[in-house]
């Protein structure tokens, strides 16, 4: 029995999230069958991060344990000739037995785009959250900062959030601006269900004037959910990419598609 780690882009807004549903139309669905086509039995996968409807991801990562002989681009090119076209995987390679997509990562990069203008753009939807009004981003930067090191997050937590504990450390929180385009770039050792959109609207909130910048501070501090924002919408949520000890050697999440390299992407 081998040890399969896939790499996958996925576009989330026809999906009804990653994790399984009895009716279908999750990704997870999708892979799964599409794998077990390939390798001649049922296969199980386990992800890196699961991820909600509408949301996004350039590089997922999933393993899944076969007996079936094949090549790393034959799990590539064969997963992908039984997916719909919004799902693909991206790379593929055996990997250590201890290898786990979800226990043995080091950290996880979310990025959040913001389309903002007074009106919706039929080529953003779907792909960014929406603010119709000006968005002060000096202040949602210097509010984010409040954020990054270890906290207790309860105050950005969803009620239905399953995690043993709500303390995560956020090592880096960004706000750039191109154009219309405001992204923000979340990393940290793990996220709580809804945490970073959940942390989007409040600085959502900081940016349109609603609240002051040491707002933020205030609620974090508070651990009370009905203390901040309500929860963003997922659609400019992108799981971008995850990061293991070097000793597995899975590649850097590949290029083709960053959603954030600066002005030349927009401008």
């Known amino acids: 029995m081998k040890r399969i780690a896939l790499i996958l882009g ?112 039929p080529l953003w939807v779907g792909r960014a959250g929406w603010v119709f009004r000006n968005l002060d981003v000096a202040a949602m ?12 997050f309860s105050a950005f937590r969803s009620s239905q959030c399953q995690a043993k504990t709500p303390v995560r450390r956020l090592t880096t929180l960004t706000v750039e601006e191109s154009g219309p385009l405001v992204a923000l770039r979340f990393e940290g050792n793990a996220f709580l269900h809804h945490m970073v959109r959940n942390i989007v609207g409040s600085l959502v909130y900081v940016g349109i004037g609603r609240q002051p910048e040491d707002w933020i501070g205030t609620v974090l501090a508070g651990r009370d959910r009905g203390l901040a924002a309500p929860t963003f919408s997922p659609e400019g949520l992108y799981l971008q990419a995850v990061t293991y000890d070097g000793r597995f050697g899975l590649p850097a999440p590949p290029p083709g598609m960053p959603l954030w390299q600066g002005k030349s992407l927009l401008e």
Do not use: K
Request: proline letters at 3%; hydrophobic letters at 40%; a positive charge.
């Open 10 to 121: 996925y576009d989330g807004s026809r999906f009804s999230g990653w994790q399984t549903q009895p009716g279908g139309g999750a990704v997870q669905d999708a892979l799964e069958a599409s794998l077990a086509a390939l390798a001649g039995h049922s296969v199980r996968v386990t992800c890196a991060g699961r991820t909600d409807t509408g949301v996004h991801a350039t590089a997922q990562v999933v393993h899944f344990d076969t007996d079936a002989a094949r090549l790393p681009q034959a799990w590539v090119r064969g997963t992908n000739a039984r997916l719909p076209a919004t799902v693909a995987a991206l790379h593929a390679q055996e990997v250590e037995p201890d290898f786990h997509a979800r226990f043995s990562a080091r950290s996880r990069c979310y990025i959040y785009l913001i389309h903002r203008a007074a009106v919706r753009h």
């Open 141 to 152: 930067r210097a509010a984010a900062q409040r954020l990054v090191g270890e906290h207790d």
